[in-house]
């Protein structure tokens, strides 16, 4: 699996705004600090894949519980569907939203209309 930067998925998620018409330069904070979580989410992933998905881990008193991994995983998960609602880029929200397309102005229709 190619490793997914922040820079490669800041780009893929402009250019999906940009596909669905949601995209504003006010938006690249939170682009970033989702490219971000979504990194940290690809990176902890491998982690995960590579220890054999250890789901559970030993306690003191010899009972298990759930592995800091997964629960860190679990919230990374929560904290980018999160992420992508505010940003328009899962159909829940896409559907819900109407994108306004700017209005031309009188005289611009004069202008053109000269041409």
């Known amino acids: 699996m190619a490793k997914q930067t922040k820079a ?9 705004m940009k596909e669905l018409g949601t995209y504003k330069k006010e ?6 600090i989702y490219a971000e979580l979504r990194e940290q989410y690809a990176a902890l992933s491998e982690r995960f894949a590579a220890q054999g998905y250890p789901f559970e881990v030993p306690t ?12 860190t995983l679990e919230s990374l998960r929560k904290d980018i569907l999160a992420y992508a609602d505010r940003l328009c880029l899962n159909p829940k929200t896409i559907d819900g939203i109407t994108i306004e397309t700017k209005k031309q102005s ?3 229709a004069a202008l053109r209309a000269l041409e």
């Open 8 to 16: 490669a998925i800041k780009r893929a998620t402009i250019r999906a």
């Open 27 to 32: 938006f690249d904070p939170i682009i970033e």
């Open 106 to 108: 009188a005289l611009a």
């Open 60 to 71: 003191a008193d010899g009972g298990s519980k759930k592995a800091p991994i997964v629960a």
